[in-house]
């Protein structure tokens, strides 16, 4: 079982562009959850994906936005990146209701 | 305030016990958890406890809840130089599929 993967490891961008990320959920897992943790601080929502529908949402812009795919599968997207946009990126994975496991994170750069 | 709060760094000698103290302010937390990250790693799961009780032990790991005073702290046993890492103290409503998690508490082991 592979468990949660995420690509890229890394990635480094300038401000104004886009970035699209992606993650793999656990086998048997349906749901999937997106995390920015800056750096010092605890993972911080951005949403969730249930059945190919954002179920829930964080306190994020709308530059943020994702989606989920038929096997699951999931992509987060940031337009117009800025400096602050810097962090990791953690994928959550779980099956519904269940507790979640973490993928090893994408570290995205803005310079 | 921060709806979880943990002191942000912790050092001890290899083979002594580490306590990590985490507050949270939701009443209606039903979930506690404690996750560890190490560098440029995802969250792992170490444990999680119900709101309904006061104590969990699993291997070194030990977990007391104060449901009175919101207090919930890990203790590790025999602290190795392996157990050097972050530790995440997160909660969750039953209501909510999504943890709130505190900064981060910094282990450091030494010989």
């Known amino acids: 079982d592979a468990g949660v993967t995420q690509s890229p490891t890394h990635l480094i961008k300038t401000r104004g562009q886009q970035v699209t990320l992606r993650c793999s959920p656990k086998s048997g897992h349906d749901t999937v959850s997106w995390y920015q943790q800056a750096l010092g601080q605890g993972p911080q929502f951005i949403f969730q994906y249930y059945e190919e529908e954002e179920r829930q949402r964080g306190n994020f812009p709308d530059r943020f936005s994702g989606h989920q795919f038929p096997n699951y599968s999931s992509e987060l997207n940031v337009n117009a990146l800025l400096l602050g946009d810097s962090a990791l990126y953690l994928c959550a994975s779980s099956k519904q209701g269940d507790e979640q496991f973490f993928g090893p994170g994408t570290r995205l750069t803005v310079l | 305030g921060e709806d979880v709060e943990q002191s942000l760094f912790l050092s001890v000698r290899e083979g002594d016990s580490s306590v990590i103290n985490c507050t949270y302010t939701?009443?209606?937390?039903?979930?506690l958890y404690w996750y560890k990250q190490e560098p440029g790693a995802g969250l792992q799961l170490l444990t999680y406890?119900?709101?309904?009780?006061d104590m969990k032990q699993d291997q070194r790991l030990t977990v007391l809840l104060n449901k009175k005073d919101k207090h919930l702290s890990l203790r590790i046993a025999d602290t190795q130089t392996g157990d050097s890492a972050i530790y995440f103290c997160a909660e969750r409503t039953g209501g909510s599929y999504i943890p709130t998690f505190g900064r981060g508490t910094s282990l450091i082991v030494h010989p």
């Open positions: 939701d009443s209606s937390s039903t979930y």
């Open positions: 406890i119900f709101s309904n009780m």
